[in-house]
């Protein structure tokens, strides 16, 4: 700021040469009108704050509405995250309890586990004690699974059973299969028998492919005769063993079939021409003496389940074909059908019926092998003019299907097959 250029003394010059202020006015006067600006001043000082009031009350009028609606959706949007906090909670509780119901699971099977692993580290501790547990499982697996495989009373329900000599693959033996099919009244047995030689499968059981026969059948049911015509060209001279073949199969057919007479042609001549039999018009089987007795054939190995053959042979007594049963044909690739280490007695009762009474030390278990060991022995008592057998003193009541406290009636025929569908 300048510093004034004019002295105290200046200023008072200066002053004085101003013109004179007077009011002629009288003090009342003056006073009143003091007094009247002094009233408006406090009138319009009420009215200002009134105005204010009003439009504060206004807008408050107008702002309530929107701060409740604003108020409830505040408090709805607070619920809603309190039920998603709810619901949550509920889930993770839940996935939890899941996750702890897993968590027990993979504990109990851990557990487990470890048990099976440490009874295996006991177990391999312990070769004999695994072994002989091995063989208990294996029992009881063959066991369960063991079946039958002859053809029984209980088998025929609605069903007819045809049964055909096959050749084993060595042309050594000749096997009956036999094979289960619907009746039928319309047809002859024959004629079944006929039909179904083409759906043999004679090679997935480890036999000669055989059938079906290759000729034309016409039989004469009335007569019980059947004749046999084959082509110039067959296959049944070609050696005196598949002449002996031929001539088992048809002599099998005959006695499934009561048949008492087959008719020999070639393409509607009489007579067929062999190389070791000749020319022969008929044929008629020779009398056989002695009686069937089954042995075991593993055409597809140790581990399958045996075909039962049997052999005809001359043997005075029931007793002395079983004893004959326990020893190998080893000239016919058969096996024993009894173990050696089975010993017993026999005894005839009346009314086709065969007691077997095993000795003590004979050690009798339900499998599979002991299975097929008393089929074996039913079929050759079969053969044996016996209708029934039973077993005493066995170690076990129950082998596969066979109740050893009841009499075993003898199959109706050996080997079942099951035909393709």
């Not at 002395?320 to 005839?348: C, H, V, W, Y």
């Amino acid at each position: 700021m300048k510093e004034s250029k004019w002295s105290d003394e200046q200023l008072k010059e200066l002053l004085s040469q101003m013109p004179k202020i007077k009011d002629d006015r009288d003090p009342r006067d003056i006073y009143q009108a003091i007094e009247m600006k002094m009233g408006k001043q406090k009138s319009r000082t009420w009215i200002l704050p009134s105005i204010a009031a009003a439009a504060a009350l206004l807008l408050l009028f107008i702002l309530v509405p929107n701060l409740m609606s604003w108020q409830e959706s505040a408090d709805k949007q607070v619920e809603l995250k309190a039920d998603r906090s709810t619901s949550s909670e509920q889930i993770t509780n839940e996935n939890n309890t899941i996750l702890e119901a897993k968590e027990e699971d993979s504990e109990l099977i851990a557990q487990e586990k470890g048990s099976e692993e440490l009874d295996q580290a006991e177990l391999s501790n312990e070769p004999e004690a695994e072994a002989k547990l091995n063989d208990e499982i294996n029992k009881k697996t063959v066991a369960s699974e063991s079946s039958p495989t002859a053809v029984y009373e209980e088998d025929l329900a609605g069903k007819e059973v045809l049964t055909y000599a096959i050749p084993d693959k060595d042309a050594q033996n000749i096997v009956p299969v036999s094979v289960l099919i619907d009746e039928d009244p319309a047809r002859t047995k024959f004629e079944q028998f006929e039909d179904t030689m083409s759906r043999l499968t004679e090679d997935e059981w480890g036999l000669d492919d055989y059938y079906p026969l290759k000729a034309n059948f016409t039989y004469d049911q009335e007569n019980k005769m059947l004749t046999v015509d084959v082509p110039a060209d067959h296959p049944y001279s070609m050696s005196s063993a598949t002449e002996l073949l031929l001539e088992k199969v048809l002599s099998n057919i005959m006695n499934n079939l009561d048949i008492e007479k087959i008719n020999l042609m070639t393409e509607g001549e009489i007579g067929v021409e062999f190389s070791h039999y000749g020319n022969r018009e008929e044929f008629i089987p020779e009398n056989s003496n002695g009686n069937l007795i089954y042995y075991f054939l593993y055409p597809n190995g140790a581990e399958s389940t045996p075909f039962l053959v049997p052999l005809r042979q001359q043997l005075n007594s029931i007793k002395d074909a079983l004893t004959a049963m326990k020893e190998d044909r080893t000239e016919n690739n058969l096996q024993a059908s009894i173990p050696k280490d089975i010993d017993f007695e026999t005894e005839e009762i009346q009314d086709g019926k065969l007691l077997i009474r095993f000795h003590n030390e004979s050690e009798i278990i339900d499998d599979e092998s002991t299975l097929h060991a008393i089929e074996a022995i039913l079929l050759t008592a079969k053969d044996f003019n016996f209708d029934t057998v039973k077993l005493e003193n066995a170690d076990v009541d129950k082998i596969g299907k066979f109740d050893l406290t009841e009499e075993l009636k003898v199959p109706v025929a050996a080997n079942k097959r099951d035909l393709p569908n």
